[in-house]
């Protein structure tokens, strides 16, 4: 008899970074629950494996402001997370001074 796989112990966490003019020579750092896990570039996605449960993931860049998302994970599941640097406002009179992170639609 063959034995059944194990069930998942991980959850996967996405984030990926949308493309944007405004610093895009800049990584920016992910930090889960206060600890670094990486840098993400300029319209490209990284992946890191987190334990299951509530954790808060918050994106950083050098000057500006941190953005950050609370999530839920469960295991086996992939949470993606969108993130993007500061813009101008629709007014053109002001920049946005924070990062900006959000769940991703879901498809």
Sequence with gaps: ???????????TLEVRRL???????????VYVDGDRVGVVANDCTVRFPV????HTVTVKMFGVRGGSA??????GERVILN??????????LTWRRSI????????
Excluded: N, Q
């Design 70 to 75: 609370v999530i839920d994970a469960h295991p």
């Design 83 to 92: 993130c993007w640097a500061p813009d101008v406002d629709p007014s053109g």
């Design 19 to 29: 493309r944007r003019t405004l610093g895009m020579a800049v990584k920016f750092r």
């Design 100 to 107: 900006t992170v959000s769940p991703a639609p879901a498809y």
């Design 51 to 54: 334990e299951p449960g509530r």
């Design 1 to 11: 008899m063959t034995a059944l796989p194990e069930p998942p112990t991980t959850v």
